[in-house]
């Protein structure tokens, strides 16, 4: 492994596994206080795992059909549920599980989701239809209605200005909540979109679809920032890392992986579902995220590589000021060097099985992992902290760079001088043959 990879960030460890529903684990979300996981289920029931230790979880039963979302209330006093019975649940998450039910759509319910400040809920539908509750009336406000086939997801930016929803007529549509419009439409894709989500700030989304591909839009641009395409199935859902540093990604190939989106590469490839894995989710602080499937399975893994010490990072980087020796180059050729820095050869591909409790990581050209820095591990606000993080990553980079140069810079040196002082030989060779037969025959013709 090259001296980059020396520091690499901790692996993701599966912590716990929870077995209780009898059919597909469809969608997952944590609490706010991050004691709670709910996940709904192809069973019809919605759990709730208490996360404590040997604490009892509960069945919330009601729904008809198969549950397709769950989440809580910002405030954590409530949980919403949609189902394919064509209605939305909201429930009193306690032992007693009792529930509110909207008659949401003429048809599945795919997702639900609360605004920012709880009051409203935002429901997409096989009917192609967005709908929009009011919480505590628990009423119908207003319907969004210009999606051209089944709505899989759509989604409240952080700031409750904007809607996102996308399906099966492979776009993904922006409203304005205020004037009730849609304001913007992305159609840049070859498959259905299963999936949409706002970054913490809102200045950008992100959506998953059939085609295997996960896309990331500046919505202040329009511009794709972002194309991964890591799986070789279709991505059933994903999640934003708070930090906004990594996404993870659950597809019907059978893993869950993890993107580092500074660096826009695959980092963890982690294996433990038998069959498609429908759900992912980080936890509100994202020092865990949880996974389901088509094998009832739920998996919560405790996330690790977003709390690597910024002083140890900082530390290791001035360890690496006069870092071992760089390869010796006499053996590359010009048209390698580039590639030799890009790649440093070195890129390291570690998977592993979660009957081990282990994650895979897949390193990508430049060989080497990096950890976001959150305020709890650092001391520094998220913003500095990433800022730093990025200024280490480039000096690492130059570090390696002005190494490869300056070797390079003295082996083409000491070449142009060997050409130089073999060329002024064969000069002197060719006056000196040339002189030869000269004064042969200038005796010739004196004789």
């Known amino acids: 492994m090259s001296s980059l990879t020396a520091w690499a960030l901790e692996d993701p460890a599966l912590e716990r596994h929870f077995r209780g529903h009898r059919d597909a684990v469809t969608c997952a979300n944590f609490s706010p206080n991050n004691k709670q996981l709910a996940t709904g289920s192809a ?5 709730i795992w208490n996360l404590s230790p040997k604490a009892r979880a509960f069945r919330f039963v009601g729904h008809k059909d198969a549950v397709t979302g769950v989440e809580f209330s910002p405030s954590g006093e409530l949980l919403v549920s949609s189902s ?3 209605t939305v649940r909201l429930w009193t998450p306690t032992i007693k599980g009792e529930s509110v039910l909207f008659r949401a759509h003429t048809a599945a319910v795919r997702s639900v989701s609360f605004s ?3 009051q409203q809920l935002v429901t997409a539908s096989d009917d192609k239809s967005v709908k929009v509750w009011a919480v505590h009336r628990q009423r119908f406000l207003y319907s969004l209605n210009q999606h051209t086939n089944w709505v899989r997801c759509a989604r409240f930016s952080p700031d409750g200005r904007l809607i996102a929803s996308c399906g099966d007529d492979k776009t993904v549509q922006l409203w304005d909540t205020a004037t009730r419009q849609r304001i913007n439409i992305f159609t840049d894709y070859g498959g259905c979109q299963t999936a949409v989500e706002f970054n913490s700030s809102g200045t950008c989304i992100a959506s998953s679809g059939t085609d295997n591909t996960l896309k990331i839009w500046d919505l202040r641009t329009n511009k794709l920032l972002q194309h991964y395409q890591v799986h070789s199935a279709m991505i059933n859902a994903f999640s934003f890392h708070p930090s906004c540093n990594f996404i993870i990604t659950a597809s019907s190939d059978s893993t869950v992986k993890v993107l580092d989106l500074l660096e826009g590469r695959l980092i963890y490839t982690l294996h433990g ?3 498609s894995v429908l759900t992912v989710s980080f936890s509100r602080v994202g020092s865990l995220f949880a996974s389901g499937g088509s094998d009832a399975q739920v998996l919560m893994w405790r996330t690790n590589f977003d709390a690597f010490s910024y002083k140890e990072m900082l530390k290791r980087h001035s360890q690496r000021v006069n870092p071992e020796p760089p390869p010796h180059l006499a053996d590359i050729y010009p048209a390698q060097l580039l590639s030799h820095f890009l790649c440093l050869q070195g890129g390291a591909d570690l998977e592993s099985r979660a009957g081990g409790g282990q994650a895979a990581r897949e390193e990508d050209a430049l060989g080497y992992s990096v950890a976001s820095s ?9 913003t500095i902290s990433s800022t730093l993080e990025h200024i280490v990553r480039q000096l690492d980079i130059l570090t390696q760079a002005v190494s490869l140069l300056e070797e390079r810079l003295t082996l083409t040196e000491d070449k142009l001088k060997e050409c130089l002082d073999a060329q002024a030989h064969m000069v002197l060779q060719v006056q000196q043959a040339g ?13």
């Open 435 to 447: 002189e030869g037969p000269m004064e042969s025959g200038s005796q010739d013709s004196s004789a």
């Open 273 to 275: 579902h038998k069959g």
């Open 43 to 47: 069973d019809t029931n919605v759990m």
């Open 116 to 118: 920012q400040d709880g």
């Open 84 to 86: 394919r019975d064509k």
């Open 374 to 382: 959150p305020e709890q591990s650092s001391g520094l606000p998220l």
